[in-house]
């Protein structure tokens, strides 16, 4: 049983929104980070049918003007969950 639209509450929606831009703008091995405007395209794909509108436009907004704190907060956290897994 998936959930769907309104079935998932509001802070699931966010952090959906939130994981994928964050897994978009994070640089990788396979793969260079996503630019704002690649961002955009990709959520702007998404709506509506997986996404809510005002969800994807407020975190294009908070992109657009904290792009750079986006990329040193995200590199932080790989390198804590990448810390936590050697250490396990």
Do not use: W
């Not at 929104?17 to 990709?42: F, H, N």
């Amino acid at each position: 049983n998936c959930l769907r639209g309104s079935e998932i509450s509001l802070g699931g929606q966010i952090i959906g929104v939130a994981d994928v831009v964050s897994a978009l703008v994070s640089k990788r091995t396979y793969r260079t980070a996503s630019t704002a405007d690649e961002v955009e395209k990709i959520l702007m794909d998404l709506i509506p049918h997986q996404m809510d509108p005002e969800i994807v436009q407020t975190a294009l907004d908070c992109l657009r003007a904290e792009v750079d704190e986006i990329f040193m907060v995200t590199d932080y956290a790989h390198e804590m969950q990448n810390a936590v897994h050697h250490y396990h």
